[in-house]
Structure formats: structure tokens, C-alpha cells
């Protein structure tokens, strides 16, 4: 009796560990699913030449994990890069480029060999695909176009939109469907299929044409100016960014336009600060003369011949504009009392952009011969006494420009301020 009551305990003992052992072996078995990573996974790029790799990616699973991945078996992703369903391959038959994208690459995933008591067959498992970006394309803007699970219970193809993360260093990450299939013995597969679809980096200089300057004049305030700057379709700090410079004096400045995100090259536009102009002195830095410039109440900037300074020139000849010191133009539209009078010039021309030669203007000159250019229909006026006391004898005035009727009144203008002896013709 005794001896039965020792067996009866020894096989429930028996039975006891047995049980807690067979309790534990799940357990013991799950403590080595470990790793949720598949990384450095070749991407193999179908070409004319065949599958060519063009870099690794990298596969992290959301839900799961496995213990190990027999590195004999397939373990790799069939990739596809175009723009058409031709370029695409079999798993882009469903992948449709939006518009303002150039390109898709689409992910055909298969991984062979896992040993996991966590991923069963049929299963379907969130995970993070991390792929460079291709050659020529920009991480900026690229979404996610495709995912599927490509087994039964991953249900139809899934082409919603979702943007992708840009990684800030040449790749991008999605959210992708892996299906969980069967593998030899206890092992298993994963496999899915996704898409990105990507712009390609532009040049941004094919889009001046499409750039402006919010004006293109300004007036001087002694401070920066820093106009907007637009580009249709674009936005400013996220496709390019603008830096100025000659921006605070008088003059053209300048807006250098950098493309960046998806845009690369710069190119420049540029604008007008100008200052308002009242009697102004001014050096022509060509000739040396001396001008007085003003600002007209249309904001024309014109100038008036004070002096001249070349004593050796024998010929002279008044320009239509002169160039102020801050790049500007100013129209040079009159000359002044005494213009002439310490020039040694003995032929001087006066522009047609002249509108008034003031009174004494050419006293003291020791022109011999004045040329006075004017349009078809003159519209300048002679001040008094404009061509007499000069220092030279019965000089001869040419007037070019304008004949018969307007051409016989500018004379008579001109012999009437004129003194005597002067040919006017």
C-alpha cells in the first residue's frame, strides 16, 4: 500500500513537469523571435543588360517578429522605375503617375527562409520600407502609390496617397503590407509590393519666364529693399529661396533666385531703386563735365549741361544721357548759361534729346561750327542771346534733323538769338 502511494506521486510529478515543460515551449520558443529588421536588402533594377543593383533598402516591421532568415534563400526586391505601365513591370499594372510627378518606382518584395513563431501563414503585417531615392529625383513631395500584401487576405491592391518620409539623407520611408506565406518546413515567406511616385530635380532657371519682381521700381529710403519675388507654381522657401544685393543705394539691384527641394541653378532678376533728383551737382564720369540733375514730377531724371571740362578737345559733341553715380541714367535735355565757355572746342554737337539751349549758353565758346541734331519736328527753344558774344568770328550753325517749314523756323529761332554774321542753314 505504501509502495503504491510512492508510484502514485511519482508518476503525477512526472506528469506535473511534463505539462509545465510543454506549457513553457511556446515561450521558450517566442524569447527568440528577436529581430523586427531586414536591412541591406538588395533593390535589383530591371535594364536592357538584366537586374542591376542600385542600392538597399531596408525593411522594419510594425507587428512581429522572427528569429532568423537562412541567407541561402531568395532575399532580395525586383524593382522598376519609368513612367508608363510598360516601364512599371507585373506589380505596376496598378500604379498610376499624378500629374506633376515624372516617375514611379515600384517594389516587388520577397524574403524566403524566416524562422518565426510570431509571423503565421496568411498573415498580413504593417512594416517600413526605407529605399534611396533614385538618381535624378528629389525626396521632396514623393508619396506612396501602391500597397499590397500580394496574398488573399491582403485583399485588393491599395493605391490611396500617403506622403513619404524624407529621411534628410537620400532615402525615403513608407508604411507597406507584407503577406505572410508558407516557406519549407517551418519557415515562412513575406512578400508585398508597393510604389513611389517621385519629381525629378529641375533646373530652376527653365522657369524665369515664369518669375517676377512684386515691382520693378523703387524709391531710395536709405534702408534694403527686398521685393517679393514670385514663380508660378512654385513656393518661395520650399522650391527656392531669394538673396539680394546693391539693394540699399540708387542703381539696378539685383535678386539672385536658388532653386532648392526639387529645383536646382539659380538665375537673377533684377529692379530699379531710384532717388529723387533736385538740383543736384553731378561729374559725367566719361567727359568730366558738370551736370545739373533733376527729377521731373513723371520721375524722368534729366540733366542740364553746367560746364565742360576738357580744355584739349577740338571737337565736342553733348551725349543724349549721362550715367549717375549710382549706375542710373539721367536724358540730358538742356544746356545751361555759359555751357561753353572754357571749352577750346571748335565744333561742338548738340543732340537731338536737347529741349532748351538756355540764354548765353554758347558765350564765350570759341566754337567755329555748332551742329544742332533735332527730330522731323524740332520741339526746342532758344534762349536769348543763346549763340552770341562766342569767341569766334561768324561761325555757321548746321541744323540736321527736320526740313522745309519746321526746319525754316528753327532757323529764324536761331538767327534771331544769333550775332550778326553767324550762318544759320
Not at 508604411?175 to 510604389?195: D, K, P, R
Request: aromatic share 6%; charged share 25%; with cysteine.
Amino acid at each position: 500500500m505504501r509502495g503504491q502511494k510512492i508510484f502514485l506521486k511519482r508518476v503525477l510529478s512526472f506528469a506535473l513537469v511534463s505539462a509545465l515543460c510543454f506549457a513553457l515551449q511556446p515561450m521558450s520558443a517566442l524569447a527568440n523571435d528577436t529581430k523586427d529588421t531586414f536591412s541591406d536588402v538588395p533593390i535589383m533594377v530591371g535594364t536592357d543588360a538584366g537586374a542591376v543593383e542600385q542600392g538597399k533598402a531596408t525593411i522594419k516591421l510594425s507587428s512581429g517578429m522572427y528569429s532568423s532568415q537562412v541567407t541561402r534563400y531568395e532575399y532580395q526586391i525586383i524593382s522598376h522605375i519609368g513612367s508608363t505601365v510598360d516601364e512599371l513591370g507585373p506589380e505596376g499594372r496598378d500604379v498610376t503617375i499624378d500629374s506633376g510627378y515624372d516617375v514611379a518606382q515600384v517594389f516587388d518584395i520577397y524574403i524566403d527562409g524566416i524562422t518565426s513563431d510570431a509571423l503565421q501563414p496568411n498573415d498580413v503585417r504593417a512594416a517600413i520600407l526605407t529605399v534611396p531615392v533614385p538618381e535624378g529625383c528629389t525626396p521632396i513631395g514623393a508619396k506612396r502609390v501602391l500597397k499590397w500584401g500580394k496574398i488573399g487576405a491582403a485583399g485588393e491592391p491599395n493605391t490611396e496617397r500617403e506622403d513619404a518620409v524624407d529621411n534628410k539623407n537620400g532615402t525615403v520611408s513608407i508604411q507597406v503590407a507584407l503577406g505572410v506565406g508558407m516557406g519549407q518546413n517551418t519557415e515562412v515567406t513575406i512578400c508585398g509590393a508597393s510604389a513611389i511616385e517621385f519629381k525629378k530635380v529641375k533646373d530652376i532657371s527653365s522657369l524665369k519666364d515664369k518669375a517676377k519682381v512684386v515691382q520693378d521700381k523703387y524709391d531710395y529710403t536709405g534702408s534694403a529693399i527686398t521685393p517679393d519675388v514670385s514663380i508660378e507654381g512654385l513656393a518661395k522657401d520650399v522650391d527656392y529661396t531669394v538673396t539680394y544685393k546693391n539693394n540699399v543705394e540708387p542703381g539696378t539691384a539685383t535678386a539672385t533666385i536658388t532653386g532648392i527641394g526639387a529645383y536646382t541653378g539659380s538665375f537673377d532678376l533684377t529692379f530699379i531703386i531710384q532717388k529723387e533728383y533736385k538740383n543736384e551737382d553731378i561729374t559725367d564720369k566719361k567727359s568730366q563735365a558738370e551736370y545739373d540733375v533733376n527729377t521731373t514730377n513723371d520721375g524722368t531724371v534729366v540733366a542740364t549741361l553746367k560746364k565742360t571740362t576738357n580744355k584739349k578737345a577740338k571737337k565736342y559733341t553733348v551725349p543724349e544721357e549721362i550715367e549717375l553715380p549710382d549706375g542710373s541714367k539721367a536724358k540730358v535735355t538742356q544746356i545751361g548759361p555759359k555751357a561753353f565757355k572754357d571749352s577750346n572746342a571748335t565744333q561742338i554737337t548738340i543732340p537731338k534729346s536737347i529741349s532748351k539751349i538756355s540764354s548765353k549758353a554758347f558765350s564765350g565758346s570759341s566754337a567755329k561750327k555748332i551742329i544742332i541734331k533735332t527730330d522731323k519736328k524740332p520741339n526746342v527753344s532758344i534762349g536769348k542771346g543763346a549763340f552770341k558774344n562766342m569767341k569766334a568770328k561768324n561761325p555757321t550753325i548746321l541744323i540736321k534733323g527736320c526740313k522745309g517749314k519746321e526746319k525754316a523756323k528753327l532757323v529764324k529761332k536761331v538767327e534771331k538769338q544769333s550775332s550778326k554774321g553767324t550762318k544759320v542753314k
